[in-house]
Nanobody, 126 residues
Framework: QVQLVDSGGGLAQAGGSLRLSCAAS????????MGWFRQAPGKERDVVAV????????DYSDSARGRFTISRDNAKNTVYLQMNSLKPEDTAVYYC???????????????????WGQGTQVTVSS
């Protein structure tokens, strides 16, 4: 059983940056692909970025590509999401997630993802 604790959310201005962190415990961190989802009020939970077990491969949603960077430190059991050039439409609750499988095709289906963090609120003001 993997436990995930998200942190780093907050309030940012449009054009600003935030860095989210997710600390994992209870499992072998390097055995899991990691990712970030977000969910705005009244909308579905959508994948933002995913990273492979070693960190050698990453993939992004169209809205995140070029602005967000996912990374991981397997020695610290932590995954990060660096968010730059933030826009008001990035406002959402962001969730860290883990699953043994890697691939955007899987990760586009939140119901198939095994483990979730509690979420951290990101609010971007215009």
């Amino acid at each position: 059983q993997v436990q995930l604790v998200d942190s780093g959310g907050g309030l940012a201005q449009a054009g600003g940056s935030l860095r989210l962190s997710c600390a994992a415990s209870g499992g072998t961190f390097s055995s899991y692909a990691m990712g970030w989802f977000r969910q705005a009020p009244g909308k579905e939970r959508d994948v933002v970025a995913v990273i492979s077990w070693s960190g050698g491969s990453t993939d992004y949603s169209d809205s995140a590509r070029g602005r967000f960077t996912i990374s991981r430190d397997n020695a610290k059991n932590t995954v990060y999401l660096q968010m730059n050039s933030l826009k008001p439409e990035d406002t959402a609750v962001y969730y860290c997630a883990a699953d043994v499988a890697y691939g955007m095709g899987l990760w586009r289906s939140p119901k198939r993802i095994a483990y979730w963090g509690q979420g951290t609120q990101v609010t971007v003001s215009s």
